[in-house]
């Protein structure tokens, strides 16, 4: 069972940039594909972004362009890379390991979750 371990929220002006980290341990990371939520207040957690055991990712249209994942199997960690960001995007972010069915991502295990807050 994997465990998941945030950091890098903070926060940022609009139009500045945050990096996530996300490091997992306990379970074959490499195996799992990995994907990162937000809930901000008031709303339902939503998928922002995840990542196939290989390289294929999927993004929510609202951060297409601007926010970029991708994972290190070697350092059983998985990345956010935030761009050009929009108070809208405020929220807490949880990275989350799960698998792919149907063309369709599941997370299963999660983290404790990071808070990002974009403001000026």
């Known amino acids: 069972q994997l465990q998941l371990v945030e950091s890098g929220g903070g926060l940022v002006r609009p139009g500045g940039s945050l990096k996530l980290s996300c490091a997992a341990s306990?379970?074959?990371?490499?195996?799992?594909?990995m994907g990162w939520y937000r809930q901000a207040p008031g709303k339902e957690r939503e998928l922002v972004a995840a990542i196939t055991i290989g390289t294929d990712t999927d993004y929510a249209d609202s951060v297409k362009g601007r926010f970029t994942i991708s994972r290190v199997n070697a350092e059983n960690t998985v990345y956010l890379q935030m761009d050009s960001l929009k108070p809208e995007d405020t929220a807490v972010y949880y990275c989350?390991?799960?698998?792919?069915?149907?063309?369709?991502?599941?997370?299963?295990?999660w983290g404790q979750g990071t808070q990002v807050t974009v403001s000026s």
């Open positions: 989350n390991g799960g698998y792919y069915a149907r063309g369709r991502y599941y997370p299963e295990y």
């Open positions: 306990g379970g074959a990371f490499s195996l799992n594909a």
